[in-house]
Each structure stands twice: as structure tokens, then as C-alpha cells.
């Protein structure tokens, strides 16, 4: 019987080439605006190819994307979405309790991180390997905590996923891992089925073959859709001893722990003339040429929301009635309104802020409402309004403003898209 040894380290780093084929099928269950959960058939075929730098411990790879495809069908509607050519290099960053991918050339869109942001990450499956030498035939567990990583969900509660040593053969190891858990992503249940196949190369203590089948149950949220999915996903991976993308300076430069901001998103509307950074635990529930939604969701229930709106530019030699913007809120909130807990004016680069609080109740619920009337010299305004239960203020002031700071105005569309865009139902891969 062979031995294997794996769990091994390099000292300097390790250079490889990646090709990743990825098809997903099934159906998906979006909740569209007014409550109602849908189903929608879908299929997802995509290609990636890059270079990647891995660190000696295997928590942090650099890459440089050469080719990224994806088609996706909903339904009737077909997209195919765009990565911007800005966002091609890429860190991945990994520790106890998290993995990050940001672009260190700035913030991504949730759709170019949901493209590149695949289940069975290289450096997660490392850290499936026991640090142990294993016979053929034995058989070993693996941990809740890598396994929520792997399959990129919040947690792992139940189930069993067990590795196994199949066979070796010139240096190269056959690993499996198969089994069920069940857990929670966003805060819903979810059911996974899951079949690794790898080759293992022990004399480079690197995989050189990943295919991974999963197949999840997964509840609808309130801003995430349900999925009744099969996802399978093909890795080719080719070791070379360095590669023109990635050199010594770059990594040099990138072999860091991230800095503060590098888990924001772009947000990057249709059709609303406007663009805005945010924190990751927002989603983005309503995109229309009217009105943009985000919804903030932690463990399962709606901590707070944010809608966006540009409204018709003004004369800017016309002077903002604040008087009339906070009277319009009153109004608007109509029996709701309780109070104004604060208002003031400021200045965020070249634009003018208008920040009133308001808190009243919906129903039994005490409610807070923060306004924020944005322009710029040249006469385009927008209106923000961050709503959520007075339980979870201390959770939004430390979004809303800073959120508001990174917002920049940009030209509306000639024409308003015909694609169906009344809900964000792009899946995550």
C-alpha cells in the first residue's frame, strides 16, 4: 500500500496556472419586490483562466485573470455578464474565519466578485489535507468550520463530509471527499450534497486536478434567492516555475494583509445615473431606472434597508429648500412620523449633503428613517433614505454616512434598458 504525505509547505511560494469550466443548473427562487417567491429555471456555464501566485502557507494566492466567460439563461432572459479589465488582478485572502477575494486596483461590482467567487477555493481545500501521513484506504473528516469556507456559506450545523486516500501512482495521489451537511447561507437553511475528486501531486505537495459536484437546497431570504441547484466545477491546474504576470515587486507589494475598505463593493446601477460604494452584508434587492434597494441581512432577518433615487437636476443657481425637503419627509411618512431627531448640512467633496433623522413607528415597531438629499454644483441631486428599527441604529450609523461619502453622480443611459432588471437574481457560483 502507498503512504502519502500531504500538508506539506513550500518555502518560497508556489507558481501555477488555472483553468476552471463551471455549469450550473436547476431553478431559483427569488422574492421580488411586494413578497411573492418565484421560480425561475436557470443554467450557468462559464470559463476562467489565470495565473496565480500561492503564499508558502497557503493562505494568500495572488491572480491574474486572462479569460473570464459567463452566460447565464433565466428563464427566457439571457446576460452575459462583464468584467471590467481594471478588476483582472485579484488577492485572495484567507484565515480562520473568512475568505476574502478583493481587487487591489479598487472595488469590484457584486457581479464581477459573484464570477470569480467559486465554491471549492484552492486555498480552502488545502486546508482540508490532514497534517498527517496517510496509508491508502484511510479515511479521514473534515472540519464544519472549512467546509462553511469551501462552499462559501455562514455556517456548517449538521451532516459529515469524509476525505479518503483512493489510490497511488507515480507521485500522484487520488483524494475524495463525499457527504452531506446541512447549514445556513444569509441566514436561511440549506441542504448540500458534495463530491470532490482531486489529484494530489506529493512531490509538490500541490493538487493538479479538482472536480467538485455540488448539489444544494437552499431556503429563500429576503434579499437572496432560494436554490434547488446543481453546480459542477472543473479545475485544471498546471504547475510552472514563475509566470510574466506575477512577479517579485507585484507580490512583493500584494503578500500583505489586506487594508481597511478592501471588502467594499461598487454598486454600479442600470439605469440610475449614480454610483455607490458599500459593505459586502448589503445586497442589492431592487434595480430600476426609478429607484435603486439595498437590503442589509444578518443571521436570517432584515436589519435595515436603503433605497436610492436620482431625482430631475435643478437649476443650480437655485438654492436647496431644506425647510421644504424636511416638510416633504414629514409628509411622505404621513400618521408614521413621530419626530425630527436631527437635521444638518455638509459638504462630502464637491457635493452638498442634507441629513434629517426621523424616527415614528410602523405599526408597533419604533422606526428610524435617515433622509439624505445629495447634489453637486452642476444641478443632479439624489435622494437616500436609510430605514431600519430603532433596535438596529447602532448597526446603520456605521454605514449610512460613509456610504453617502463615496456616492458620485454619472451620466443616465439614452435609453433605459429592456432586460429584465426589476430584481437582482444573479446567483452565487
Known amino acids: 500500500m502507498g503512504r502519502v504525505v500531504i500538508g506539506q509547505e513550500t518555502l518560497i511560494g508556489h507558481f501555477q496556472q488555472v483553468e476552471a469550466d463551471i455549469r450550473i443548473t436547476g431553478s431559483i427562487s427569488p422574492r421580488i419586490p411586494g413578497g411573492e417567491v418565484v421560480s425561475q429555471k436557470i443554467d450557468v456555464t462559464g470559463k476562467q483562466r489565470y495565473d496565480e501566485w500561492l503564499n508558502s502557507t497557503n493562505t494568500r494566492s495572488i491572480r491574474q485573470y486572462k479569460a473570464i466567460s459567463s452566460a447565464i439563461a433565466i428563464d427566457e432572459y439571457r446576460v452575459r455578464p462583464k468584467f471590467r479589465r481594471q478588476s483582472t488582478l485579484i488577492v485572495t485572502d484567507l484565515n480562520d474565519t473568512r475568505l476574502l477575494l478583493y481587487s487591489p486596483s479598487g472595488p469590484m461590482t457584486s457581479e464581477e466578485l459573484e464570477l470569480i467567487n467559486l465554491q471549492g477555493n484552492l486555498l480552502v481545500l488545502y486546508q482540508l489535507l490532514p497534517d498527517a501521513e496517510l496509508e491508502t484506504g484511510t479515511t479521514f473528516d473534515a472540519r464544519y468550520m472549512t467546509l462553511a469556507k469551501l462552499l462559501g456559506i455562514d455556517e456548517v450545523s449538521g451532516g459529515k463530509v469524509t476525505g479518503s486516500v483512493s489510490s497511488l501512482e507515480n507521485s500522484i495521489a487520488v483524494l475524495n471527499w463525499t457527504g452531506s451537511i446541512t447549514g445556513a447561507a444569509d441566514g436561511v437553511a440549506t441542504d448540500i450534497d458534495l463530491i470532490i475528486a482531486t489529484q494530489f501531486n506529493t512531490a509538490t505537495g500541490r ?71 458599500h459593505q459586502r452584508n448589503w445586497t442589492v434587492f431592487v434595480d430600476q431606472p426609478q429607484m435603486c434597494v439595498l437590503r442589509m441581512i444578518k443571521n436570517g432577518e432584515l436589519v435595515g434597508q436603503c433605497s436610492i433615487s436620482r431625482l430631475p437636476n435643478r437649476d443650480s443657481n437655485q438654492p436647496i429648500d431644506v425647510e421644504k425637503f424636511q416638510s416633504g419627509i414629514i409628509g411622505s411618512l404621513g400618521d408614521q412620523f413621530g419626530q425630527v431627531l436631527d437635521r444638518k448640512q455638509y459638504k462630502e467633496g464637491d457635493l452638498h449633503v442634507i441629513r434629517v433623522a426621523v424616527v415614528g413607528q410602523n405599526g408597533d415597531v419604533p422606526v428610524q428613517w435617515n433622509y439624505y438629499h445629495i447634489s453637486n454644483p452642476a444641478g443632479q441631486q439624489a435622494v437616500a433614505v436609510f430605514t431600519f428599527e430603532l433596535t438596529n441604529e447602532p448597526l446603520i450609523t456605521k454605514h449610512d454616512r460613509s456610504m453617502v461619502s463615496t456616492f458620485a453622480f454619472k451620466e443616465l443611459p439614452v435609453e433605459t434598458p429592456t432586460a429584465q432588471n426589476q430584481q437582482n437574481t444573479t446567483v452565487r457560483k
Open 207 to 277: 493538487f493538479s486536478s479538482v472536480k467538485i459536484r455540488i448539489k444544494e437546497n437552499r431556503k429563500t431570504g429576503l434579499a437572496r434567492p432560494g436554490l434547488d441547484v446543481v453546480a459542477n466545477i472543473n479545475l485544471k491546474i498546471l504547475d510552472v516555475p514563475s509566470t510574466p504576470t506575477i512577479g517579485e515587486t507585484l507580490i512583493s507589494r500584494l503578500d500583505t494583509p489586506p487594508v481597511r475598505g478592501s471588502d467594499r463593493i461598487i454598486l454600479r446601477p442600470i439605469a440610475s445615473g449614480f454610483t455607490i460604494y
